[in-house]
């Protein structure tokens, strides 16, 4: 098959859909990479790598999609409403697409890719299960926002993390909580106790307090009753709102005596839940920093206000929404393992497989034959079950 890697034309998207070193073992499977010239320069990849590594360089975009049978992107429409709208005249039935699409949010850029007659597969989709481990790009995303959220805190932060004794005196170690122990989260925990801070974390899911003390930091108690607080997929479940509310009165007392307040948050495809207030923010030393990683779905901070540096009782409140792409070379590498390894479990017999009877590919596949077929997506978008319609 003809795989095509379109350049990257999200706003400050710097990550590229697979790098050179896994170009080889698809040209040995019998496929033919074509790459957009460029598009890997953001990520420290100039074209010469790709074409050293056996990829074949194509002058234009238009190229890349007039010749390739199956499309690897970073950010698809749906992901990238506005620039990526540009790429849909370039599309046609028969294409494949394997991208982030946000389709429990994006109606109208799901409608038009069926509409093209494409198929699509969305990244964010991907099943928690054991065999799809190395396909969750998700995860790989969120290790990254992690580990970058902390650095970020700790470059703003008018204190150093670790604890020192100089000649100077002693310095006392920052005050770290990080609230949500997914992927970023448990990541966050890991970063800030390599630089020496003292660190407490909060997740609702109760079975996430083993991992939180497993990486040396404190669990905090909060006595609130959790119902059926975690999905099939491993992800926190909203709560209702007299829930967060008691969670945030609670919450008050540990967010004041931090330093730093990391937060994480998220549910698949939903407004993200307020866990700090502005109340909260006036209660904490001027100084502080909250860095809010839920920012993109509208916040676990109140205050905040996506990739934008707001102020607020001398509290800094940061929401960036696409941290990944601030570290593109890993990012890129992490993201081409699961794409590729996605397109390997895909394909069989130079066909792309789209049967109900697999797991991965029933939770993954978004459009087909012009349609809108995931029931998930159908369900999030407040259209009809598909066999209901007339």
């Given at each position: 098959?003809?795989?095509?890697?379109?350049?990257?034309?999200?706003?400050?998207?710097?990550?590229?859909?697979?790098?050179?070193?896994?170009?080889?073992?698809?040209?040995?499977?019998?496929?033919?990479?074509?790459?957009?010239?460029?598009?890997?320069?953001?990520?420290?990849?100039?074209?010469?790598?790709?074409?050293?590594?056996?990829?074949?360089?194509?002058?234009?975009?238009?190229?890349?999609?007039?010749?390739?049978?199956?499309?690897?992107?970073?950010?698809?429409?749906?992901?990238?409403?506005?620039?990526?709208?540009?790429?849909?005249?370039?599309?046609?039935?028969?294409?494949?697409?394997?991208?982030?699409?946000?389709?429990?949010?994006?109606?109208?850029?799901?409608?038009?890719?069926?509409?093209?007659?494409?198929?699509?597969?969305?990244?964010?989709?991907?099943?928690?299960?054991?065999?799809?481990?190395?396909?969750?790009?998700?995860?790989?995303?969120?290790?990254?926002?992690?580990?970058?959220?902390?650095?970020?805190a700790a470059n703003e932060l008018p204190r150093m993390f670790p604890m020192m004794m100089t000649a100077a005196g002693t310095l006392a170690p920052?005050?770290?909580?990080?609230?949500?122990?997914?992927?970023?989260?448990?990541?966050?925990?890991?970063?800030?106790?390599?630089?020496?801070?003292?660190?407490?974390?909060?997740?609702?899911?109760?079975?996430?307090?083993?991992?939180?003390?497993?990486?040396?930091?404190?669990?905090?108690?909060?006595?609130?009753?959790?119902?059926?607080?975690?999905?099939?997929?491993?992800?926190?479940?909203?709560?209702?709102?007299?829930?967060?509310?008691?969670?945030?009165?609670?919450?008050?007392?540990?967010?004041?005596?931090?330093?730093?307040?990391?937060?994480?948050?998220?549910?698949?495809?939903?407004?993200?839940?307020?866990?700090?207030?502005?109340?909260?923010?006036?209660?904490?030393?001027?100084?502080?920093?909250?860095?809010?990683?839920?920012?993109?779905?509208?916040?676990?901070?109140?205050?905040?206000?996506?990739?934008?540096?707001?102020?607020?009782?001398?509290?800094?409140?940061?929401?960036?929404t696409n941290l990944a792409s601030s570290v593109p070379y890993h990012a890129s590498q992490m993201y081409a393992k699961n794409i590729t390894t996605?397109?390997a479990h895909l394909v069989k017999d130079n066909t792309v497989q789209t049967g109900a009877d697999d797991e991965i590919v029933r939770e993954t596949?978004?459009?087909?034959?012009?349609?809108?077929?995931?029931?998930?997506?159908?369900?999030?978008?407040?259209?009809?079950?598909?066999?209901?319609?007339?």
């Amino acid at each position: 098959m003809k795989i095509g890697v379109p350049k990257e034309t999200f706003p400050g998207e710097h990550r590229v859909a697979i790098v050179p070193s896994f170009v080889p073992p698809l040209v040995k499977g019998g496929h033919e990479v074509i790459v957009e010239t460029g598009a890997g320069v953001s990520a420290g990849l100039p074209d010469a790598q790709f074409a050293e590594r056996g990829a074949r360089i194509a002058a234009s975009r238009a190229e890349v999609f007039q010749q390739a049978d199956v499309i690897l992107q970073v950010r698809g429409l749906g992901a990238n409403p506005e620039a990526g709208g540009a790429d849909l005249p370039l599309m046609r039935p028969g294409h494949t697409l394997l991208a982030m699409l946000e389709p429990l949010t994006a109606k109208s850029e799901m409608e038009a890719l069926a509409g093209r007659g494409v198929t699509a597969f969305s990244m964010e989709l991907m099943p928690r299960i054991t065999r799809a481990q190395s396909m969750d790009a998700l995860s790989s995303m969120a290790t990254i926002s992690g580990y970058k959220a902390v650095l970020i805190a700790a470059n703003e932060l008018p204190r150093m993390f670790p604890m020192m004794m100089t000649a100077a005196g002693t310095l006392a170690p920052a005050h770290v909580f990080i609230v949500g122990a997914g992927v970023a989260g448990l990541q966050a925990i890991a970063t800030a106790k390599r630089l020496g801070a003292k660190v407490e974390a909060y997740d609702v899911r109760p079975a996430a307090q083993d991992q939180i003390q497993s990486l040396g930091a404190k669990f905090v108690e909060l006595p609130l009753e959790t119902v059926d607080s975690e999905d099939k997929g491993g992800y926190a479940k909203a709560q209702d709102e007299s829930f967060y509310r008691r969670q945030r009165e609670i919450m008050t007392k540990v967010v004041a005596g931090s330093d730093v307040v990391i937060t994480t948050a998220a549910i698949p495809g939903k407004k993200a839940p307020v866990l700090v207030t502005a109340d909260m923010v006036a209660g904490m030393q001027p100084g502080s920093i909250v860095i809010d990683l839920a920012a993109e779905r509208g916040g676990n901070c109140e205050l905040t206000r996506a990739d934008a540096r707001v102020m607020a009782h001398g509290v800094t409140i940061l929401g960036p929404t696409n941290l990944a792409s601030s570290v593109p070379y890993h990012a890129s590498q992490m993201y081409a393992k699961n794409i590729t390894t996605f397109f390997a479990h895909l394909v069989k017999d130079n066909t792309v497989q789209t049967g109900a009877d697999d797991e991965i590919v029933r939770e993954t596949l978004v459009t087909r034959g012009g349609e809108i077929v995931n029931p998930r997506v159908r369900e999030a978008l407040g259209l009809q079950p598909a066999a209901a319609r007339a």
